[in-house]
């Protein structure tokens, strides 16, 4: 989580691929955008500052287990042009899976499935 606002810290985000850059010729090759499903507007932002430093290649929404829908994520999916591929409905690594668009908006109408 590191805040947008804070820029010697998004500076390091893209100090952090130049480095790995210089080890492995195409490195990174997959970078991650966990979404926290809570956050609101901030959160188009934020993905924008960090796509700024980074090619962000799918995004996560994390703590679709309460009651947060997590829309922000779809309003940055759209902004950046990256999929989301990934939801948490908790915090173990089985609380992770691939996100079904389906059962997301299933879950949004009928409340079951956590979005998944």
Do not use: C, W
């Not at 960090?50 to 929404?61: S, Y």
């Amino acid at each position: 989580g590191r805040l947008h606002n804070k820029f010697n810290l998004m500076e390091e985000l893209g100090k952090i691929r130049r480095i790995m850059q210089r080890h492995v010729e195409d490195a990174p090759q997959e970078v991650l955008l966990v979404i926290d499903a809570t956050t609101g507007q901030n959160g188009l932002i934020q993905a924008q500052k960090f796509a700024e430093q980074v090619d962000i290649t799918d995004i996560m929404i994390a703590k679709l287990d309460g009651t947060a829908k997590g829309g922000i994520a779809f309003s940055v999916a759209k902004e950046l042009g990256t999929p989301i591929s990934y939801v948490g409905v908790g915090e173990k690594a089985v609380d992770l899976s691939e996100f079904k668009p389906e059962t997301y908006v299933d879950s949004l109408f009928f409340g079951e499935g956590d979005g998944l």
